[in-house]
């Protein structure tokens, strides 16, 4: 494996950090059991977290290792992956299978299995979020859920998905608490009869205050302590510093470029330990809140692009350090990944809406490029007014062909967020996170939910809502196909269908909610998140300013696909029958070649800048948005709707038999909005005059995949020509682009012999990988995208 | 009607920025080393890729005309018979055939060449209209679809061999921006032995066309055959010739042969004589490279 990184340390705290397997941590699992059989029940919900969290940072094992300038690590050591048993209890057999499973597997000692066994099992059995949930949800909601109609997010992992705002870099946690002195302080228990509540509340934020001060405060110890016994004079400098870096953060506002980025990642470390937050936490704007710290220091001598890059690469390090909390079952299927996705944006706009891009931003350029890290997700923003210097560069890095950055469409998110009713001083501070979703950071709840199957959704509608997969009746009773005299009757049993799945995942959200709220707030977060503390409400309680739940469609060129094939053949054109359609569907296409050669080759195919497709995609799309946007949320919030997959289009695909535009059984479907495998046969400029069609405004974000060959990007023209798509795709008002610049030998090579290619990245989704994590149909599926070469 | 048998979208290769390529049928020469065989004759031709085909038979119970012979171990068509009407290629279910050449009205060409405009603003980039010779095509439908072209406003490109009629030059000229213009060997004799025809013709229309029209951007493009065009000698007689006439082209493009046309002659039931010919070493790309820039010529490229 290439050894990356801008100097000796850098290299050896990457190196640690990519050769370390991925380990499952107990000791935070222990802390907190040993705490919660002591004091269930002594204090409120949101107080007892927030003791929680204080007794894991008194006690838990530091980690400062040789080299680190910044430091802090969520476990033990790096690579290592804490549980949260409170929101779901691994079995010994998860155990087993975690450890043993041949793709994204995490190291489980024999001895912890043991302790799961005996300590951690015993005690909160019946009492995770996972096992309450679950017992909560209907029993046709079970059905479906099996059955691969949607996927819930919040069965195993706590709502997150968030950045952080500015106040993270001008605030330190000492004032915080404060602030909410000061607001336990205005409560009026007279007039407001959620005083109690609200205190409760507060008391908690309080306490997780003073918990990140602890770690802190401990930090600082430990440095002064390696700094005594340190005879390098070099690193007992930098240990001196690191000790005088962690007394002024987190408990005060950074007041140095290096203090700045110490102060995010103890922020970071506490989200993510508290709870097991989607997507992690993120910096959001990183290089905006950077720069007058950079300028800062300068000016005052005391800081140099190198150092300033380096300090950026540690963080870099930090991040990939921390392992997605470990995943089982159906959760495992929709992210079977090591990533965490935080995602880091770079360029954009500044809040009064001039260009964003500074200094800071090229630094972060330069450090991805050498870094080459799957973790942190790293985007540039391009607005209207990001100078070509910028994207330029950005497309240069994507050309050397793993994925990112991933190239984001800033004035399209401003448009999107304003379009969901938040201000234009919060959209502008906004931004996307996670894979592709947009939020306003550090004032918005942004939660997403869970995907949902669009093509399996349209197959029940030929089958008056029977499963041909799972074999049973899952959807309600909409008609047989053959018996639909037009396009029009079947389209009804399609928004029966849609309207159907959807209510039923909307009220298991509800529960879900509402479980969230009342019984794992999360305090901590609620600190960092306007406005929380105004309203004395947690962030899982609806306490941000904005409050958003998505829904996430998975498969719009599968069923543009199949919708357009019928339509064109068995009501346009009526040169086959639904009849012959089906039987053929039903026998995978075997011994119907004739059948599958009109669907899959002479039928109008999304991503071609074909009108009738595209036409058949967009009612699609308007009737997945019609069905979930403006619904309400428990918390009063609103429904809005995301187009991306993570790596759920493979389970999706697994569970839904041939589909009626030559799909055959079991294969993936699209993925993001990207069409149908190998159904683009017009290139990238048809492909995004297709997507564009869509209208990404009333969304929260989506996913466009473009695969090319290094031939097609090569020389300074090919860098031109990557450019103006991006732009063109950007004035069509796509929100996101992302491209794989890999030839498809090199991918069968990688396939063929894994050990060869182990620092191989591609672009998955919302993310990248390494391509020897990815499991067989995954990888079959990146070979076989559509390669845009003209050679 | 303009018999067309591709319209390649993200045309990248093909002039600047980013293009659309539409690419007519029919061409008066014959390069030994031509990689797109299927645009020499002017007619459409049914493809037959053999490797594909399963001898199911599909093809010989459909063809009207009882052209083809299919075998457990052979597929024959008889192009004699052929009228190349596609019935065969939409029955075949294993995709094994296709139609080279679809006759197309001006409009849908324009329609289908015009729809990546925004792509074109922004790359500054256009429609390259290529081949075959686009300028051998029919003029009664040719003038009126650059006329239309021209009037969308989009940068209009004419890939040429310049083996046509002067006066199919001259009124292409009203409406071209660019010349992406071919120049093979310069000695005619071996011109002759390669591409059939001597190079009279082509050099002096260059050269008409030079003083015809002083604002037009013109790239020279050089198919590179290693001890045909790809000798010393050619390249400096080719840079000669240049100066010697004052062309002073935006760009020249060295272009390495490559093999990868040579599978669809068989397709086309023809044999492919170019199997001995081979492309420049690297060096010897750079070094023709070089002798331009001796010669004067600034943007020199090996590749489109």
Known sequence: MEERGMNDRIRRLRRISTETPVHIDLERARIETEFYKENEGKFSVPVTRALFLKEYFSKKTLYLGDDELIVGEK?????????????????????????????????????????????????????????????????????????????????????????????????????Y?????????ELDYLNDMDALSKAEE???????????????????????????????PTRKAELLQIAVNCAVVPAHKPETYWQALQAYWFTHLAVTSELNPWDAFSPGRLDQHLIPFYEKDTEAGILDDERARELLECLWVKFNNQPAPVKVGVTLKESGTYTDFANINTGGI???????VNAVSYLILDCMDEMKLVQPNSNVQISRRTPQKFLKRACAISRAGWGQPAFYNTDEIVEELLNAGKSLDDARCGGSSGCVETGCWGKEAYILTGYLNIPKIFQLALYDGYDTCTEQQLGPHTGNAEDFATMDDLWSAFVRQMKYFVDMKVQGNNVIEKLYATEMPAPFLSIVTDDCIKKGRDYNAGGARYNTRYIQGVGIGTVTDSVAAIKYHVYDKKDLTMTELLAAMKDNYVGHDDVFRMVHDHSPKYGNDDDYADAVMKDVFDLFRDTVTGRPTVNGGTYHIDMLPTTCHVYFGDVLLATSNGRLAHVPVSEGISPEKAADVSGPTAVIASCAKMDHASTGGTLLNQKFTPGVLAGDKGLDNLASLIRTYFAMDGHHIQFNVIDRQTLIEAQKHPDDYRDLIVRVAGYSDFFHNLDKPLQDEIINRTEQSFD | MLTVTNIQKYSIHDGPGIRTTVFFKGCPLRCTWCHNPETQAFEPEIMANLEKCTHCGKCMQVCPQKAVTVMADENVLDREKCTACGMCVDRCPAGARSLAGEEMPVQKIVRAAMKDELFYDESGGGVTLSGGEVLAQPGEDLLPLMRKLHGECVNLAIDTCGAVRWEKIEAAARFADIWLYDLKVMDPATHKTYIGMDNRLILDNLVKLRKLAPRARIFIRIPTVRGISGTDENMRETAHFLKENAIDPEEIDLLPYHRTGSGKYGRLGRTYEGGDLEAPSDEEMKHFQEIFREAGFTKVNIGG
Not at chain 1, 178 to 185: C, H, Q, S, T, V
Request: aromatic share 8%; net charge negative; glycine share 8%.
């Open chain 1, 350 to 356: 500044k809040p009064d809406g001039s260009n964003g």
């Open chain 1, 177 to 185: 608490k404060e602030d909410i002195e000061k607001a336990l302080g």
């Open chain 1, 202 to 232: 507060l008391k908690a934020m309080a306490i997780d205050c003073d918990a990140i001060c602890i770690l802190g405060q401990r930090y600082h110890d430990l440095a002064l302590k390696k700094a005594a016994a340190e005879t390098d």
């Open chain 1, 75 to 175: 476990g033990k050591d790096p690579q290592a992956s804490p549980t949260f048993p409170e929101l779901c209890c691994h079995t010994v057999e998860d155990m087993h299978i975690m450890t043993e499973r041949k793709i994204v597997p995490y190291h489980v000692e024999p001895e912890d299995i043991e302790v799961q066994k005996e300590e951690i099992i015993p005690y909160w059995t019946g009492k995770s979020m996972r096992e309450k949930i679950l017992a909560r949800m209907t029993p046709e909601w079970q059905k479906s859920y099996a059955a691969g109609m949607f996927t819930e997010f919040m069965e195993q992992r706590g709502p997150g998905h968030t950045c952080g705002g500015d106040r993270i870099w001008t605030r330190g946690y000492a004032e």
